[in-house]
């Protein structure tokens, strides 16, 4: 049995607070699930309104990057073919994970969902372990594609993060790039997210002033 709960810290709330008046990203939502073997996923959704955005046209997400912590560490589990045959675990999705296993792994996103079409940048080196790298970051495979924003929802996941129930509190920080579909100008955005856990001395503090976006054109 799996229990969801989304979880918006005072990071996020500040987030998605400060940026109101901005076009297009607003800041970063956790969205808490307990599986069924006592771990917890956490899907990181990036989060946009339609100021700025044409009639008729949608935001277009294009790639995540320049990943990095703010405080905590990540401790992500993997639960995929690497692992079955006694390896560390990669934040590559794709055909690495079974159907039946993919709730209960780690992976990163640039389609809005669980795929083989995302690619995985330079700066993720290496593409296994525990913790996204620092700098790390990924991109849409398949450019020919768009990987529209979901118009109801106004979000796209980016990454799920598996976690034992006793890990830490995690902030982390990242930056995007994404666009009106029918247009090549890329915008620029940057935020926090936050998965909870137990927190450290000074890090729920930290947490609440962590909140920051920003975006800007090239």
Do not use: C
Request: hydrophobic share 40%; no cysteine.
């Amino acid at each position: 049995m799996r229990t969801p709960s989304v979880f918006v810290s005072s990071a996020v709330v500040l987030a998605a607070t400060s940026s109101l008046a901005a076009a297009g990203f607003t800041g970063f939502t956790t969205a808490r699930t307990v599986l069924s073997n006592g771990n917890i996923q956490y899907k990181i959704f990036a989060n946009s309104n339609n100021v700025g955005l044409p009639t008729g046209q949608s935001w277009v997400f294009l790639n995540a990057y320049s990943h990095t912590t703010v405080s905590g560490t990540m401790n992500a589990v993997h639960q995929d073919f690497l692992t079955a045959d006694g390896e560390v675990g990669t934040w590559q999705a794709g055909a690495s994970v079974s159907a039946a296993d993919r709730d209960f792994d780690s992976w990163v996103a640039a389609t809005g969902t669980y795929g083989s079409d995302t690619a995985l940048d330079p700066n993720f080196n290496p593409s296994t372990g525990s913790s996204i790298p620092a700098l790390a970051g990924w991109y849409d495979g398949t450019p020919a594609v768009n990987n529209l924003v979901d118009s109801s929802s106004m979000s796209f996941m980016v990454a799920q993060i598996v976690r034992a129930p006793t890990a830490s509190l995690y902030i982390g920080r990242l930056e995007l790039t994404y666009k009106a579909s029918g247009t090549a100008v890329g915008i620029f955005g940057n935020g926090t997210f936050v998965i909870p856990g137990i927190p450290a001395p000074g890090a729920v503090a930290l947490a609440g002033l962590a909140g920051l976006t920003g975006r800007r054109r090239r």
